[in-house]
Protein backbone atom coordinates (compact mmCIF):
# COMPACT_ATOMS: atom_id res chain seq x y z
CA UNK A 1 0.00 0.00 0.00
CA UNK A 2 1.55 2.99 -0.65
CA UNK A 3 1.19 5.97 1.55
CA UNK A 4 2.63 9.31 1.61
CA UNK A 5 3.69 12.08 4.09
CA UNK A 6 3.15 15.49 4.29
CA UNK A 7 5.45 18.18 6.38
CA UNK A 8 6.75 21.28 6.15
CA UNK A 9 3.82 23.48 6.17
CA UNK A 10 3.05 26.84 8.62
CA UNK A 11 2.50 30.13 8.74
CA UNK A 12 5.10 32.32 7.06
CA UNK A 13 5.16 36.07 6.36
CA UNK A 14 4.27 37.21 2.70
CA UNK A 15 7.53 37.32 0.46
CA UNK A 16 8.75 34.21 2.86
CA UNK A 17 9.58 31.07 1.49
CA UNK A 18 8.81 26.82 2.96
CA UNK A 19 10.13 23.89 2.32
CA UNK A 20 7.14 20.89 1.70
CA UNK A 21 8.43 17.59 2.22
CA UNK A 22 6.44 14.50 1.18
CA UNK A 23 7.35 11.18 2.53
CA UNK A 24 6.66 7.77 0.12
CA UNK A 25 6.36 4.49 1.58
CA UNK A 26 5.10 1.15 0.55
CA UNK A 27 6.64 2.02 -3.00
CA UNK A 28 9.54 3.34 -5.03
CA UNK A 29 9.12 6.27 -5.30
CA UNK A 30 11.50 7.00 -8.70
CA UNK A 31 8.84 4.88 -10.25
CA UNK A 32 5.72 7.28 -9.74
CA UNK A 33 4.86 10.48 -11.02
CA UNK A 34 4.06 12.65 -7.44
CA UNK A 35 2.46 15.49 -7.73
CA UNK A 36 1.62 18.41 -5.15
CA UNK A 37 -2.06 20.20 -5.27
CA UNK A 38 -3.60 22.78 -2.99
CA UNK A 39 -7.37 23.56 -1.74
CA UNK A 40 -7.63 27.34 -0.25
CA UNK A 41 -11.31 27.32 1.65
CA UNK A 42 -14.24 27.09 -0.39
CA UNK A 43 -12.55 26.33 -3.46
CA UNK A 44 -11.73 23.10 -5.34
CA UNK A 45 -8.50 21.19 -4.71
CA UNK A 46 -5.77 22.54 -7.65
CA UNK A 47 -2.81 21.59 -9.57
CA UNK A 48 0.54 22.96 -7.81
CA UNK A 49 3.53 20.89 -9.14
CA UNK A 50 4.31 17.52 -10.66
CA UNK A 51 7.77 15.41 -11.42
CA UNK A 52 7.24 12.52 -14.03
CA UNK A 53 8.43 8.80 -13.24
CA UNK A 54 10.31 8.50 -16.44
CA UNK A 55 12.90 11.31 -16.84
CA UNK A 56 12.20 13.68 -13.85
CA UNK A 57 10.14 16.12 -16.26
CA UNK A 58 8.60 18.64 -14.18
CA UNK A 59 5.37 20.76 -14.24
CA UNK A 60 4.51 23.73 -12.92
CA UNK A 61 1.49 25.61 -12.35
CA UNK A 62 1.28 29.55 -14.06
CA UNK A 63 0.66 30.46 -10.90
CA UNK A 64 3.48 29.56 -9.45
CA UNK A 65 6.17 29.09 -12.03
CA UNK A 66 9.45 30.91 -11.21
CA UNK A 67 8.72 30.99 -7.92
CA UNK A 68 8.00 27.27 -6.85
CA UNK A 69 10.39 23.92 -7.35
CA UNK A 70 9.97 20.55 -7.18
CA UNK A 71 12.00 17.79 -6.62
CA UNK A 72 13.21 13.93 -5.48
CA UNK A 73 14.93 12.56 -3.74
CA UNK A 74 15.04 8.82 -4.20
CA UNK A 75 17.26 7.62 -1.73
CA UNK A 76 15.08 9.62 1.02
CA UNK A 77 12.08 8.35 -0.80
CA UNK A 78 11.12 12.51 -0.23
CA UNK A 79 9.56 14.62 -2.81
CA UNK A 80 10.27 18.15 -2.01
CA UNK A 81 7.82 21.40 -3.03
CA UNK A 82 10.44 24.29 -2.52
CA UNK A 83 8.04 27.29 -2.14
CA UNK A 84 9.66 30.61 -2.36
CA UNK A 85 8.43 34.31 -2.57
CA UNK A 86 4.94 33.55 -0.56
CA UNK A 87 1.83 35.47 -1.58
CA UNK A 88 -1.33 35.20 0.54
CA UNK A 89 -3.13 33.75 -1.89
CA UNK A 90 -0.83 31.09 -1.92
CA UNK A 91 -2.58 29.76 1.29
CA UNK A 92 -3.84 26.53 1.17
CA UNK A 93 -3.60 23.18 2.37
CA UNK A 94 -1.31 21.58 0.36
CA UNK A 95 -1.11 17.52 -0.85
CA UNK A 96 0.83 15.41 -2.41
CA UNK A 97 -0.65 12.44 -4.32
CA UNK A 98 1.22 9.83 -6.24
CA UNK A 99 0.14 7.51 -10.13
CA UNK A 100 0.90 7.24 -13.10
CA UNK A 101 -1.04 9.24 -14.65
CA UNK A 102 -1.29 10.00 -18.50
CA UNK A 103 1.24 12.95 -18.90
CA UNK A 104 -2.93 14.46 -20.96
CA UNK A 105 -4.46 14.59 -17.96
CA UNK A 106 -1.73 14.39 -14.66
CA UNK A 107 -2.54 18.42 -14.18
CA UNK A 108 -6.04 16.50 -12.66
CA UNK A 109 -6.32 15.18 -9.52
CA UNK A 110 -8.36 12.94 -10.11
CA UNK A 111 -5.71 11.19 -12.00
CA UNK A 112 -3.80 10.03 -8.87
CA UNK A 113 -4.82 7.39 -6.44
CA UNK A 114 -2.74 7.88 -3.63
CA UNK A 115 -2.92 11.33 -1.51
CA UNK A 116 -1.27 12.25 1.71
CA UNK A 117 -3.56 13.60 4.48
CA UNK A 118 -2.12 17.54 3.94
CA UNK A 119 -0.67 20.02 5.37
CA UNK A 120 -1.84 23.70 6.03
CA UNK A 121 0.51 26.69 4.66
CA UNK A 122 -1.18 30.45 5.94
CA UNK A 123 0.69 33.32 4.42
CA UNK A 124 -0.13 36.24 6.15
CA UNK A 125 1.83 39.54 7.93
Known amino acids: QVQLVESGGGLVQPGGSLRLSCVVSGATVEYYTIGWFRQAPGKEREFVALIRWNGDSTNYADSVKGRFTISRDNAKKTVYLQMNRLQPEDTAVYYC??????????????????WGQGTQVTVSS
Open 97 to 114: AAGHPDPSVDRKASAFPY
